[in-house]
């Protein structure tokens, strides 16, 4: 009967954005709920109306690139607004205009660097299934293609900082990684054999606390561990003793503040507690909300090295855990 009247007196008080939210939610606290979606709209208003005609941000270099583009995008969308009606349908068209203007037609690369493609690339896999927008499918596809095309040149069998590297390092890898399981969820083919060629290369970065390193096992930290657990998770490969230590290192080292890169790290690490333990999870994410919320800014942003686009979309999707909207985010 409680929990009757607890659903009863939810529908009758949130808007609906926040309705169906609540849905998803796993938080049972009611004014928890309410607190992360009204910080998780400010930063949405904040995006809005930062963002310049042309549908980048102009806070400083980085909110011109392609692939910060994608990550505000993604924020955007994570929360559950409609992208063809409600307040933020200009704001996410416009941003999806800019990324697709930076795709090479010919190639298919989007922006200057792989860093740039995989998170683009990603937020085009996440918005294709919920839009009309009909270019979104043909520039998944290249974008797709390019990814498998980079890793086949490849020696290590993943990625670096351009399409024609022949080295490879994890920050760069896991973001090609996330967009092919994006683009997997979407519909499109991506081969096993690419996703455990990557994995392998994951692997032969792993140390024996867990913990993964850049190019080698050397000098692991919380965020390319974060990333070295999100990759196994996302190939379910739970099983495994690489995931399992992978998991290990992050309870026994994740912070929030990201050992210098607090927002990069934030939304890594996010994704990887959450998939990596329901209960860890419920400690992370309510630490995560206090200290967003104490360091939100009165216009909804929030700022960091890389600014304040980048800053706020990163620290948005930290959150957006508690929505699962978006396939990418769904356990």
């Not at 809005?48 to 042309?54: H, I, L, N, R």
């Not at 086949?152 to 890898?173: F, I, L």
């Not at 096993?192 to 190019?215: H, L, M, N, P, V």
């Not at 099983?239 to 026994?252: C, F």
Request: one cysteine or more.
């Amino acid at each position: 009967m409680k929990s009757c009247l607890t659903l009863f007196f939810i529908w009758a008080v949130l808007p609906c954005n926040t309705l169906r939210a609540q849905k998803l939610f796993e938080e049972a606290n009611d004014d928890l709920v309410r607190q992360i979606d009204r910080m998780y709209k400010n930063g949405l208003d904040y995006l809005a109306k930062s963002q310049t005609d042309g549908g980048n941000w102009s806070d400083n270099s980085y909110g011109s690139e392609a692939g910060v583009v994608g990550l505000a995008t993604l924020a955007l969308l994570a929360r559950g607004d409609d992208p063809e009606f409600g307040p933020y349908r200009l704001t996410v068209k416009r941003s999806l205009d800019y990324v697709l203007a930076r795709q090479d037609k010919k190639t298919g690369y989007i922006g200057s660097s792989m860093y740039n493609h995989g998170f683009a690339t990603l937020a085009l896999a996440e918005a294709y299934g919920i839009t009309n927008d009909l270019r979104l499918g043909p520039a998944l596809q290249q974008a797709t293609d390019l990814i498998l095309g980079s890793q086949k040149g490849n020696t290590k069998g993943a990625w670096r900082y351009g399409p024609e590297s022949k080295d490879a390092d994890t920050t760069v890898s896991g973001a090609q990684m996330v967009a092919l399981f994006a683009a997997r969820n979407a519909g499109l083919s991506v081969p096993e054999s690419a996703i455990e060629k990557a994995i392998e290369f994951f692997i032969s970065c792993q140390d024996s606390s867990g913990g993964f390193g850049y190019t080698s096992k050397s000098g692991p930290n919380q965020p390319r561990s974060a990333i070295g657990c999100l990759v196994l998770a996302l190939s379910k490969d739970t099983d495994s003793k690489a995931y399992k230590q992978s998991v290990k290192y992050l309870m026994e080292n994740a912070s929030h503040d990201g050992q210098g890169h607090k927002f990069y790290s934030l939304y890594y690490t996010s994704q990887a507690v959450f998939r990596a333990d329901p209960s860890l999870w419920r400690v992370w994410n309510s630490k995560n909300v206090k200290r967003l919320l104490s360091s939100q800014s009165d216009d909804g942003s929030w700022s960091g090295n890389y600014g304040k686009a980048f800053s706020t979309s990163a620290a948005l999707l930290s959150l957006a855990l508690n929505y699962r909207y978006l396939p990418i985010y769904e356990r």
